[in-house]
């Protein structure tokens, strides 16, 4: 009876590790609806925002910004998949992209919906498709 449950266990660790890469393989980021029309959103729902002096794909946004804006991390094998580019930010850390302009979160935004940030100093707009 031990070695069945056994047995079982491992197929099934191995099983979840065959299917584990395919769901991280995704999109980094989803379209949902809102107010403004479709706006890009992190896999949790919260919106995405761009900067506008982020210039030819370089995040302009460190130090207490990124604290406030905080990026789109992408992982050290993200590839870049469409309209989807991997940046590499001052501090080494990488960095999701649409359309070349570096995608952040806002960390006033309270829950998936919310749209708190754009328009912030003129310069910070929701990420649209």
Known sequence: MMRTVYAA????VGWLSVCAPAQA???????????GG???????GMTLYTFDK???GKSACNGP???NWPPLVASADAKPMG???????DDGVRQWAYS?????????DA?????TGDGVNSVWHVAKP
């Open 9 to 12: 266990t491992l197929v099934t």
């Open 25 to 35: 393989a995704g999109e980094p980021a989803k379209t949902a609806q809102a107010a």
């Open 38 to 44: 479709q706006v890009l959103t992190d896999q949790k």
């Open 54 to 56: 982020d210039a030819s």
């Open 65 to 67: 910004c990124a604290t």
């Open 83 to 89: 309209k989807y580019t991997v940046i590499t930010r």
């Open 100 to 108: 070349g302009k570096p995608l952040y979160t806002w960390a006033k």
């Open 111 to 115: 829950k998936p919906g919310d749209t």
